[in-house]
T-cell receptor, first 111, second 113 residues
Framework: AQSVTQLDSQVPVFEEAPVELRCNYS??????LFWYVQYPNQGLQLLLK??????LVKGINGFEAEFNKSQTSFHLRKPSVHISDTAEYFC?????????FGKGTMLLVSP | EAQVTQNPRYLITVTGKKLTVTCSQN?????MSWYRQDPGLGLRQIYY???????DKGDVPEGYKVSRKEKRNFPLILESPSPNQTSLYFC????????????FGAGSRLTVL
């Protein structure tokens, strides 16, 4: 069984500030981890993924995430956010046949 | 263009009236899945299919049926919709049988009165 906990349901930040969206997971099998982004009124799209190798993963739009096995975390970060980053972000963990999502974190960027 | 296409995008129906939400992908993907998205609950998997004629239940399969007669299509069937099935539904597909990088459709917003 696997599960994902996104620790914040909403994160408000000002434009150009750094941001971290937190994600913790549990899984009884090998871990594949993902962050997906959902812009208003759209479907989900892949932001970045960790399958193996380097624990620091870089994704699109300047986002990156770090896999920490000992803390079972996969936090998402961006050093400077833009208004256009306003969206809902979902952390997900993959098992053999299913992808389990967290409940999402709404990132609200204001000027 | 590689994509997952869902129809209808919006639908209002009444309790008990059977409906089908179609899903089609043009990427020759083996794996397909349906999710529902509800506020505060994130995405929950309804059913998935690892290949043609192979389907399995996800976390919330009650009240839904699926079929996978062709590789490209994976319709979601609500035999007797109820108001608690009012939700935003997403179809997704992936190249292999593992649930790795998913390509999502644009979503189907269903309201059951």
């Amino acid at each position: 069984a696997q599960s994902v906990t996104q620790l914040d349901s909403q994160v408000p930040v000002f434009e150009e500030a750094p941001v971290e969206l937190r994600c913790n997971y549990s899984s009884s099998v090998s871990v594949y981890l993902f962050w997906y982004v959902q812009y208003p009124n759209q479907g989900l799209q892949l932001l970045l993924k960790y399958l193996s190798g380097s624990t620091l993963v870089k994704g699109i739009n300047g986002f990156e995430a770090e896999f920490n096995k000992s803390q079972t975390s996969f936090h998402l970060r961006k050093p400077s956010v833009h208004i256009s980053d306003t969206a809902e972000y979902f952390c997900a963990v993959s098992g053999y046949s299913t992808l389990t999502f967290g409940k999402g974190t709404m990132l609200l960027v204001s000027p | 263009e590689a994509q997952v296409t869902q129809n209808p995008r919006y639908l209002i129906t009444v309790t008990g009236k059977k409906l089908t939400v179609t899903c089609s992908q043009n990427m020759n993907h083996e794996y397909m899945s349906w999710y529902r998205q509800d506020p505060g609950l994130g995405l929950r998997q309804i059913y998935y299919s690892m290949n043609v004629e192979v389907t399995d239940k996800g976390d919330v399969p009650e009240g839904y049926k699926v079929s996978r007669k062709e590789k490209r299509n994976f319709p979601l069937i609500l035999e007797s919709p109820s108001p608690n099935q009012t939700s935003l539904y997403f179809c997704a597909s992936s190249p292999d049988s593992g649930a790795n990088v998913l390509t999502f459709g644009a979503g189907s917003r269903l309201t059951v009165l």
